[in-house]
């Protein structure tokens, strides 16, 4: 199984930003998806998650502001962020519920 994450990237607070996970090597339609993320000096920690009939679920954190979807036609899941804060900086990763991780994209809100 590979797990891709890409769209991160420097961004002013309050600005947005997607992130997209493309997986490949398993029946990505069958499996709940999650958004993790890694601030500086901190354990991960979870963003937020979906199920295989589009279930979401979030972190108290990041509820109103972000939006998590998924396009199984493409094996991809999304990660919308808006009014976007200088705590949201992180390593943001995707994971399966195989348990598979990707390599992770950085995320930093900074003026």
């Known amino acids: 199984v590979q797990v891709v994450e890409s769209g991160g990237g420097l961004v002013q607070p309050g600005g947005s930003l997607t992130l997209s996970c493309v997986v490949s090597g398993m029946i990505f339609g069958e499996y709940s998806m999650g958004w993790y993320r890694r601030p500086p000096g901190n354990p991960r920690e979870l963003v937020a998650t979906i199920t295989s009939n589009s279930r979401t679920n979030y972190a108290d954190s990041v509820k109103d502001r972000f939006t998590i979807s998924r396009d199984n036609a493409k094996n991809t899941v999304y990660l919308q962020m808006n009014s976007l804060k200088p705590e949201d900086t992180a390593i943001y990763y995707c994971?399966?519920?195989?348990?598979?991780w990707g390599q992770g994209t950085q995320v930093t809100v900074s003026s």
């Open positions: 994971n399966t519920d195989r348990g598979d």
